[in-house]
């Protein structure tokens, strides 16, 4: 069974800092380009940061950027999202998904997805 399993959400105060993990069964991420996305209450899901195949093109929303940092671990079929001074509008529904063939510029505007995680909380309060 090919999935997207997320892991590392939970409560932190602001300021503080999370680092989301997205594992592949079934499949080699290799191949792939990554996204991270988010969805808020009420609100669309977003683009937060996306990572080519190789790691060597990322792309960040402006709200996030010097904050977040996405990488990878291809020999571990993982990708990372080092997430640093969190703010409460950080708070969401994190999910990761893999693109086969896409820039990362398109895969995070355009929100693409050949698969998909089934998300992690991420909540910042006090």
């Known amino acids: 069974q090919l999935q997207l399993v997320e892991s590392g959400g939970g409560l932190v105060q602001p300021g503080g800092s999370l680092r989301l993990s997205c594992a592949a069964s079934g499949f080699s991420l290799r191949y792939y380009t990554i996204g991270w996305f988010r969805q808020a209450p009420g609100k669309e899901r977003e683009g937060v940061s996306c990572i080519s195949t190789r790691g060597g093109s990322t792309n960040y929303a402006d709200s996030v950027k010097g904050r977040f940092t996405i990488s990878r671990d291809n020999a571990k079929n993982t990708v990372y999202l080092q997430m640093n001074s969190l703010k409460p509008e950080d708070t969401a529904i994190y999910y990761c998904?893999?693109?086969?063939?896409?820039?990362?510029?398109?895969?995070?505007?355009?929100?693409?997805?050949?698969?998909w995680g089934q998300g992690t909380q991420v909540t910042v309060s006090s």
């Open positions: 998904a893999a693109r086969e063939i896409t820039t990362v510029q398109a895969m995070c505007a355009l929100k693409l997805g050949d698969y």
